[in-house]
């Protein structure tokens, strides 16, 4: 008797609850659409504040750090999409492969290989690139194993905390061996900052960055390659077979530990090659320049539609053109990207909670 | 029971010795205090203590260690003070505000905490001086610039390090007269001192004729700073001006090339100075300004360099240039706490406000930094800023000063 009494209440409270609902969401929508318009309307056509040459460096910049954001957030979906569990010391992760890749540049340095020759140049990032992405596959391995593992039958939110708890031993931890101050990335003298390409936009000098140009060629081509092994392959057919049913792929004879440490490797070594790139475009790295980076994109990957590989590489380059250009655009000090950023994570969770191109999630998955 | 009993009697035991231990104590000190601050104890046996607070860890830290270590050759020249020997507590506030007032909680909740040589960071020190003015801790700030700050510790606030009023003023002067800009931008970190000294430069500025935009924040801590350089670059500046500190400034000299701004001026402060500085930001560094407080060559800043350099490996001067001011608000306080303190019996007795009263009255005391007197409303700086540029990887002085 009880317990129906009680169910009526909640359904009750559902009710209401709904019917506010239904109110709130237009209201939201229709102040952010008119802040939006009278925001853009007085920057764009009113104060005229930038020549076309400011928003091509603005979108340059956006599109550089979002193909970054894209990256990291691919191995926020994947996970996710095998265990519904998001891995917060991603970032982390990332930030170690860039001390990786760091460490192996300033050896080339030390050994005089950095700048003999453009092939030595070009081995040099070839193998910062791969000791990254071997040392991000490694910890990754070594986080799924020591700190997931063990908790896969425990309820939803322990792997969750334990995650927040690995992001916080590695960045203590790297403050520990490699100390508090920042390091800068020595890059080889035919790829450093601030030296590209020129482009003329409305008579004024434009400059895209090799960095840039390598990070946004290699972020593409790590995306294809990722959504080839995941859609053309063996080992991606399992993993998708894992991440639709764990128990029936057990059943059909795949080995779903092995398919998941897989898949924190592949997460890994793109965590890995996300901060090598971040150390040779940004220059500078330190124990905790994963943080941001890794909030950023896991924005991105929710914005995109969590779990969906294509719906992480455009969330992440929208968000990065947006954290750029956002702020010139509404007139809004550049302090306030980060609040844009977050504004749109809860934008798109009110509005479009199964994100960009998300899927439908099933009722287990949500 | 058993337990429970046992335990009970031990309660009693402890409860009985303590209200006998308490009725005896006034009778053991027949000091009383008449200072209308209250009076720090030192019993025979126990150490003074003096703090020095700034960023020990983290992105600033340089400047915590450079200038926690001029504190503690303070303290080994000048060891006790009448037979009682003097402690530094050396606190970390990762040169954050938030820190910065829980570490002014901790020493205010201690009672022996008689003086800060601190803090390093004008928005750490802002969010610290209301809480040492209601503790009655007097405070000797080495590096702290911010203009306002002695308005906001009228009582307890001095500082070795000059007024930013004084750097805004002269590095507008320099920029306007001797480099002949006309239009800069100024940018901030959005903390309490890089926020005032651009504003009292970009006034100062303005005042001489020259155009001031921009007074843009960015957010510190962060390794990417395109956009905003690219919006700084559609208003065609001739000059950045940074307020702030040497981690945010070489990210923001390696990417101005980038982001448009290649050819532009880029002129710091006395945050920006350092060796930390050219470490991070290498070759873009090359023609970048700073301020720099000189120290006046004598024999004792000699010894000093080279005690400093037998003591921690490094030569002084590497880290930041402000250990001479971390020694120096040191010895003050000391040299306050000598005058200060009373003996009885077998106990110092430190009142608080005679002792802000013996700092603020400090005069002709010789400091590393100069002749230190105190105006007395707590400004101490002898020596005053000097703008310094990067020339083949080294700070030298700049031209035409």
Not at chain 1, 65 to 75: D, F, T
Not at chain 1, 118 to 146: C, K, N, P
Request: glycine letters at 10%; a negative charge; proline letters at 4%.
């Amino acid at each position: 008797m009880a317990d129906a009494a009680m169910a009526d209440a909640v359904q009750l409270r559902h009710k209401r609850f709904f019917n506010l609902g239904r109110l709130v969401r237009p209201t939201i929508g229709v102040l952010v659409i008119a802040f939006l318009m009278w925001r853009l309307l007085t920057v764009l056509f009113i104060q005229q504040a930038y020549g076309a040459d400011t928003w091509v460096r603005f979108a340059v910049s956006g599109i550089i750090l979002g193909s970054v954001y894209a990256v990291i957030a691919l191995g926020y979906t994947l996970v996710y999409g095998i265990l519904f569990m998001i891995n917060f010391a991603h970032g982390d992760v990332m930030m170690l492969g860039a001390f990786a890749g760091y460490f192996t540049l300033e050896a080339f340095n030390g050994a005089g290989i950095l700048n003999r020759s453009l092939a030595s140049s070009i081995l040099s990032i070839t193998v910062a690139f791969t000791v990254g992405m071997l040392v991000a596959t490694f910890v990754a391995i070594a986080l799924e194993r020591i700190a997931y593992r063990p908790l896969r039958t425990a309820p939803r939110l322990v792997p969750l905390i334990s995650a927040i708890g690995a992001s916080l031993f590695l960045e203590n931890m790297a403050q520990l061996v490699f100390g508090a101050a920042r390091h800068t990335y020595t890059n080889p003298e035919v790829a450093k900052r601030n030296i590209g390409w020129t482009l003329m936009v409305s008579g004024k000098e434009v400059l895209i960055t090799y960095t840039g140009v390598l990070t946004f060629v290699l972020s593409i081509l790590l995306m294809i390659g990722l959504y080839i092994l995941v859609q053309r392959t063996k080992m991606g057919k399992a993993m998708r077979a894992v991440a639709e049913d764990k128990e029936i792929a057990a059943l059909m004879g795949i080995d779903v530990d092995r398919v998941i440490a897989n898949t924190f490797a592949i997460s890994g070594a793109l965590a890995g090659a996300a901060g090598v790139m971040w150390g040779l475009h940004m220059g500078i790295v330190y124990h905790f320049v994963g943080f941001l980076p890794g909030i950023k994109a896991f924005t991105a990957a929710v914005l995109g539609g969590i779990g969906n590989v294509p719906g992480a590489m455009l969330g992440g380059l929208v968000l990065g053109v947006i954290e750029a250009m956002g702020p010139a655009a509404l007139g809004l000090p550049f302090q306030l990207k980060d609040v844009l950023a977050f504004s749109i994570l809860v934008l798109a969770l009110i509005f479009r909670p199964t994100g960009l191109l998300g899927e439908v999630l099933t009722e287990k998955k949500a | 029971m058993k337990y429970s009993r046992s335990l009970s009697i031990l309660m009693l035991t402890v409860l009985v010795t303590g209200l006998l231990v308490a009725g005896c104590a006034p009778a053991a000190k027949p000091y009383e205090c008449t200072d209308e601050w209250g009076c720090a104890i030192t019993e025979k046996g126990q150490t003074i203590k003096v703090a020095y607070v700034g960023p020990m860890t983290a992105d600033y830290s340089a400047f915590g260690t450079d200038i926690s270590r001029g504190a503690e050759l303070a303290v080994k020249a000048h060891p006790t003070v009448k037979g009682f020997d003097i402690e530094l507590l050396v606190e970390d506030t990762q040169g954050t505000p938030e820190q910065g007032a829980s570490v002014a909680n901790k020493l205010a909740a201690d009672p022996r905490v008689v003086a800060v040589a601190g803090h390093t960071f004008s928005g750490s020190t802002e969010a610290a001086i209301p809480i040492y003015e209601k503790a009655h801790i007097v405070m000797m700030s080495p590096s702290t610039t911010l203009a306002d700050l002695p308005a906001i510790g009228p009582n307890v606030y001095n500082r070795v390090a000059f007024s930013d009023k004084l750097q805004g003023q002269m590095a507008a002067n320099y920029i306007y007269n001797t480099l002949s800009v006309r239009k800069v931008v100024v940018v901030h970190d959005g903390g309490a001192y890089g926020k005032g000294l651009v504003e009292g430069m970009a006034a100062a500025f303005e005042e001489l004729g020259g155009t001031a935009l921009g007074k843009e924040g960015i957010t510190p801590g962060e390794t990417d700073y395109s956009a905003p350089l690219a919006a700084i670059a559609a208003l065609e500046p001739e000059l950045l001006y940074f307020g702030g500190y040497d981690a945010d400034a070489a990210v923001l000299v390696t990417q101005m090339a980038g982001a448009g701004l290649g050819g532009v001026k880029f002129f710091g402060c006395d945050g920006t100075y350092g060796t930390n500085y050219l470490d991070l930001s290498g070759d873009a560094a090359e023609g970048t300004y700073s301020t720099y407080v000189p120290i006046p060559p004598s024999a004792v800043f000699d010894k000093f360099k080279v005690d400093y350099e037998a003591d921690y490996g490094d030569p002084q001067g590497k880290l930041s240039p402000f250990s001479p001011h971390g020694h120096d608000a040191t010895a003050l306080l000391i040299n306050a706490i000598e005058d200060a303190a009373l003996e009885s019996g077998d106990s110092l007795i430190i009142p608080r406000k005679a002792l802000a009263d013996a700092v603020r009255s400090i005069k002709d005391f010789p400091g590393l930094t100069g002749m230190l007197t105190n105006d007395g409303k707590g400004e101490c700086a002898a020596a005053s800023p000097l703008f310094m540029v990067v020339e083949n990887g080294e700070w030298v002085e700049a031209p035409g000063q």
